[in-house]
């Protein structure tokens, strides 16, 4: 198994609290993706990096924010949490190159706003 | 922008027989990747199947083929001799080759029946 990990795993915060999610990977990978499953929606895009301080947006982006100061992280910060940030929340790595196409997901992690 | 529509929200299917979960994406690039991937509950996101969309030959791995239509932008996946543990939701993914961008659809919920 590829060797990333988000956490935490689960948390529940109160509106308003900002709330920041981490991906760790151990595979020294290019890019790096933060999604959000929600039911009926599939999984949305919500900011991607190409690189260390190399980020762009993805469908769903407005709210949050990130940030890749090293290889191996990348951040999810939700500045102001809000009821319609409860999901569950992927990151997702992969590697440049015709041979490497696959992208490898994370655990995932539930969010509840209350 | 991409985007990938999976119009199927269920499907079910006895065990042993064929089912096919459809799938099509806009884009206006010529070169990219086509994934299916298996969401079983555990929420652990497993790749079934790659195309690169510059092979003419539609892709198998064992039980699982797809049928690509570059110029219809269709990718359905087939799954024979469907088991019980097919059972999950599937994704359709498409990734550019510029850029790296994964987007995915909104996903079909596979039921096997015994």
């Known amino acids: 198994d590829a060797g990333i990990t988000q956490s935490p795993r689960h948390k529940v915060t109160e509106t308003g609290t900002p709330v920041t999610l981490r991906c760790h990977q151990t595979?020294?990978?290019?890019?790096m993706y933060w999604y959000r499953q929600d039911p009926g929606h599939g999984l949305r895009l919500i900011h991607y990096?190409?690189?260390?301080?190399?980020?762009d947006k993805g469908e769903v982006s407005d709210g949050y924010s990130v940030s890749r100061s090293k290889t191996e992280d990348f951040l999810l910060t939700l500045e102001s949490a809000t009821s319609s940030q409860t999901s569950v929340y992927f990151c997702?790595?992969?590697?440049?190159?015709?041979?490497?196409?696959?992208?490898?997901f994370g655990q995932g992690t539930r969010l509840t706003v209350v | 922008a991409q985007t990938v529509t999976q119009s199927q929200p269920e499907m079910s299917v006895q065990e042993a027989e064929t089912v096919t979960l459809s799938c099509t994406y806009d884009?206006?690039?010529?070169?990219?990747?086509l994934f299916w991937y298996k969401q079983p509950p555990s929420r652990q996101m497993i790749l079934v199947i790659r195309?690169?969309?510059?092979?003419?030959q539609n892709a198998t791995e064992n039980r699982f083929s797809v049928n690509f239509q570059k110029a219809a932008k269709s990718f359905s996946l087939k799954i024979s001799d469907s088991q019980l543990g097919d059972a999950a939701m599937y994704f359709c993914?498409?990734?550019?080759?510029?850029?790296?961008?994964?987007?995915f659809g909104q996903g079909t919920r596979l039921t096997i029946n015994p």
């Open positions: 997702a790595i992969s590697d440049s190159g015709v041979l490497n196409t696959e992208a490898f």
């Open positions: 595979e020294n990978h290019r890019y």
């Open positions: 990096s190409y690189g260390v301080k190399d980020t």
């Open positions: 884009t206006s690039e010529s070169d990219y990747y």
């Open positions: 195309q690169e969309a510059y092979k003419q």
């Open positions: 993914a498409y990734r550019s080759t510029w850029g790296q961008k994964l987007v």
